[in-house]
């Protein structure tokens, strides 16, 4: 039937504590199907269901032994847990459709409520208020889920299912669903994913109707989630009636932003504040923008990235034809070292009726950045502190380093190094600044001391000298970030191909001039011609760390061992070049 959403046991397990719980929220029963009528054409395709599903429920009942040793899950998910299995001891084809509800409402509810207590129940009931209300008193369970018919028929070639739910709730004392839903034998796709055209996608499709009102009614109900939207509401209205109308000092913003950065008008802010020490600062811009397809939008440059939100979903007609015409941005800086950083960032497209809503709408995305204490309406300080303004984590001391820091992790964690503790608003703002110093002084370094070199080489007809990639005139420059050394390898063609790789070596002396060796260390026929250009970096990351990526290396034992070693006064592997 449906894919198996979750091994429940020990999904749950590895996120559980040892923390007993008190209060369960939602407490839910789930009853087994009642009446059942099918025509006799189903009968051949339900029989060959039953192998498949003796095959899960005795895999699952043999995991029963595992969770009676497995000490540190919640008592919730124990008693969940052992009555799937009991329930598994007499499964059968249309009680597998409890099993269904059982996992996905487990699936749904989990991450918001962790304290959930969802159970199976081999029993059954006709539907009547007397015994669901029977069953949620014994088992002392708030909600039952009740299935008291399941037919499947044909109409018109086409398989159905029709299912009659119940939610009954104890609190009211009253049934709050009892609907019949229908479902054909289209697959659903995700978790009910199906084989297209079968009767399990008839029950898959039925019960998602029935199982998705069930979650919303619940929900509904449910006093956490009540108490959530009521602090909702007062947050959004502190935030709309309190701090959207304070009064702010544009003037203080114009000191800090360049009249040069095209990409922010200040006339366009409406709302901005400073933290407390006045080393921090958010402001949020809106404006209304002419109307615009996505080519324009893509065209737009001043922006990196941006959202739109829109009423439309991405196949609906006109969806990349009609930009919502409202524009709106967050600046945010920080000061340090007496100078201060800014980024723009959250640039968003979106519909609102005025331009008051428009500034409601946007203002109050700051919730989502922890603005207010945790379960109240009360101004947080650690809002300068936390999500909004984050700092560059030290990924070596993450738990997770020794699985991810030498795959996913190691590129950014050396990009991160020199950072460590900083400010990312900063961090964003230096490496661009670093990068367009490396670009001009490798552009200076280049015009000043390699394309000599080159031009004086390709003069004479023997060999040429060329990039080691395709692209013309970007000969290669690895060196530390203080430039003291430059190695340049170089691509010598003879006749159009590629013979050699001559490895120039510059070194800064006193008076910032440079002195021109070659380097003799690596293998000159060591490489490798791809798609790209010539590549020896096996050669030399059998050395150090290096990859197209590094703007610089600062690798000491690199340069001192295998480029600057000496003996005596001389170098062991460079040759100066006259």
């Known amino acids: 039937m449906m894919r198996y959403i979750i091994p429940i046991l020990f999904l749950f397990a590895a996120a559980a504590t040892t923390l007993a719980q008190v209060v369960y929220e939602p407490q839910i029963l789930i009853l087994a199907p009642n009446k059942i009528k099918y025509d006799k054409v189903f009968t051949k395709e339900i029989q060959a269901k039953k192998n498949d599903l003796k095959q899960y429920s005795n895999e699952k009942l043999a995991r029963a032994g595992e969770s009676q040793n497995l000490k540190n899950i919640d008592t919730n998910i124990r008693i969940t847990t052992q009555s799937e299995y009991k329930f598994y001891s007499s499964l059968d084809y249309f009680k597998f459709t409890s099993v269904i509800a059982h996992e996905y409402l487990m699936y749904r509810f989990y991450e918001r409520f962790p304290n959930l207590l969802i159970r199976l129940k081999d029993a059954k009931s006709s539907g009547t208020i007397r015994e669901l209300r029977k069953q949620s008193t014994l088992e002392h369970l708030q909600y039952v889920v ?44 995700f978790e009910f994913a199906c084989p297209d055209s079968s009767v399990d996608c008839a029950l898959n499709n039925a019960m998602l109707q029935a199982l998705s009102e069930i979650v919303y009614t619940i929900g509904l109900h449910s006093p956490t989630l009540k108490r959530q939207r009521q602090l909702a509401q007062e947050r959004f209205d502190k935030l709309v009636y309190t701090y959207l109308p304070q009064p702010f000092d544009t003037l203080a913003l114009s000191r800090i932003i360049s009249p040069l950065d095209t990409t922010i008008n200040l006339t366009h802010v409406f709302q901005s504040f400073f933290s407390p020490d006045s080393g921090k600062f958010v402001s949020f811009f809106l404006l209304n923008t002419a109307s615009q397809d996505i080519k324009l939008l893509q065209n737009n440059l001043q922006d990196k990235s941006v959202n739109f939100i829109t009423s439309k979903k991405i196949g609906d007609e006109g969806y990349f034809e009609d930009i919502p015409q409202r524009y709106a941005y967050i600046v945010k800086g920080v000061k340090y070292n007496g100078k201060w950083y800014y980024k723009k960032a959250y640039a968003t497209y979106f519909a609102a009726a005025n331009e008051e809503e428009g500034k409601q709408k946007f203002f109050s995305n700051i919730l989502s950045f922890d603005f207010f204490k945790e379960n109240t309406a009360e101004y947080s300080t650690d809002f300068w502190e936390e999500r909004f303004f984050k700092k560059i984590v030290d990924l070596r001391k993450d738990p997770d380093w020794d699985k991810y820091g030498q795959s996913m992790w190691k590129s950014r964690e050396r990009e991160n190094r020199p950072y460590i503790g900083m400010y990312d608003v900063v961090v964003s703002e230096q490496r661009k600044e670093l990068e367009e110093q490396l670009d001009a002084r490798e552009h200076d370094f280049y015009n000043r001391y390699l394309k000599p070199l080159v031009l004086s080489a390709n003069a004479q007809d023997t060999f040429k000298f060329e990039p080691l990639t395709k692209s013309p005139n970007d000969f290669l420059l690895i060196h530390p970030a203080n430039f003291s050394t430059v190695l340049s390898p170089v691509n010598v063609h003879q006749n159009g191909n590629s013979i050699y790789i001559r490895y120039f070596v510059f070194i800064q002396q006193s008076d910032s001039t440079y002195l021109r060796y070659e380097w003799k260390y690596l293998k000159p026929t060591d490489f490798k011609i791809t798609e790209f250009g010539l590549n020896f970096t096996e050669q030399i990351n059998s050395l150090t760390e290096w990859d197209y990526s590094y703007d610089y290396v600062e690798d000491e034992k690199f340069w001192n061992d295998y480029v600057l070693a000496k003996s005596g006064d001389s170098y062991l592997y460079l040759t100066e070049i006259k």
């Open 146 to 189: 009740n299935i008291p018919s399941i037919e499947l028929y044909k109409s018109n070639t086409i398989s159905y299912a029709k299912i009659t739910v119940q939610l009954y709730d104890n609190a009211t004392d009253s049934i709050l669903i009892d609907k019949k839903y229908i479902g054909d034998w289209s697959n659903p796709g």
